[in-house]
């Protein structure tokens, strides 16, 4: 990366710019050495994105930004990217910071364009990166700014697959807390939130017509299911879901709790023998 830039460092963006604008002249050498530099282009960032590279991608936007983009499309990838880290973090700490940088970009993304339902997608994934590493009331307040964002992209661009993934998890999360939860969820949001698995096998249906081949969509289904009662299908959208090839980060994690999930459906129930 330093390589790709080090012609256009040592000149100076701004020395470039008033080059062009004409108020001085560069050297011939120097303009040889920037007309040779190599642009960066946001689909460099995709590719690396899509091979799972991400500190690579991440250099790639950040790069971009350096260079004066600021449009959403750059910071919502931005954002991602930040997520994206926070799994392989060592620490809590590192995990937060990463995961509040994230939420600025975020939330940066939807300022600069509201009607981009990517930007929206990816506030929602920021919130649900750094709910899990808060304190109860706070990991329930963003929830509700989960679904918020969740079903804003969805009303945006109802072919993010992303956002019905996202809903349909929130609907078996809301519809299986505990009473403890349950009572605080009550005060965080006034009452409490309409969920159910329905509405998430619902969600999770929609996520699977637009994008089969994602490993999530068909484990989080069978996982619904088999909170239901609903063996068969359980066993039916995991197993698919396990056949399925890992192309995402997040997706050899998925197919693990497809696999503890088909232990609890094969499990044998426990005999209780009480003596009178």
């Known amino acids: 990366m330093k390589r790709i830039l080090l012609p256009l460092a040592k000149v100076g963006y701004s020395s470039i710019l008033l080059a062009g604008a004409g108020f001085f002249s560069l050297s011939p050498l120097l303009q040889a050495q920037a007309a040779d530099a190599p642009v960066i282009t946001l689909a460099q960032g995709d590719a690396l994105e899509e091979k799972i590279k991400t500190q690579d991608a991440l250099d790639i936007y950040l790069q971009l930004e350096k260079g004066g983009r600021k449009d959403a499309a750059l ?3 931005i954002a991602r990217e930040y997520a994206e880290l926070m799994p392989d973090a060592k620490t809590k700490a590192e995990k937060l910071r990463l995961g509040e940088i994230a939420l600025d970009y975020a939330k940066r993304a939807v300022a600069a364009d509201a009607t981009d339902g990517n930007s929206y997608l990816c506030l929602a994934i920021c919130y649900g990166r750094l709910a899990p590493l ?3 009331r706070t990991e ?9 964002d969740a079903e804003t992209a969805l009303r945006l661009d109802p072919k993010l697959d992303d956002a019905d993934y996202i809903l349909g998890a929130w609907n078996f999360e809301m519809s299986n807390i505990g009473v403890v939860l349950r009572e605080l969820a009550k005060l965080v949001y006034g009452r409490l939130p309409e969920s159910s698995d329905e509405k998430a096998v619902e969600y999770l249906q929609k996520g699977i017509e637009l994008a089969p081949q994602r490993v999530c969509h068909h484990i ?7 909170a239901m009662g609903k063996k068969d299908l359980a066993r039916e959208e995991i197993e698919k879901g396990l056949a399925l090839p890992i192309v995402e980060r997040d997706d050899e994690e998925m197919k693990q709790h497809g696999r503890d999930t088909l232990k609890t459906l094969t499990a044998k129930p426990v005999v209780i023998i009480t003596h009178r």
Request: charged share 35%.
């Open 75 to 77: 910071l919502y990838r």
């Open 134 to 136: 808060l304190d109860n």
């Open 140 to 148: 329930l307040e963003y929830s509700r700014l989960i679904k918020d």
């Open 220 to 226: 989080e289904l069978g996982r619904v299911y088999a």
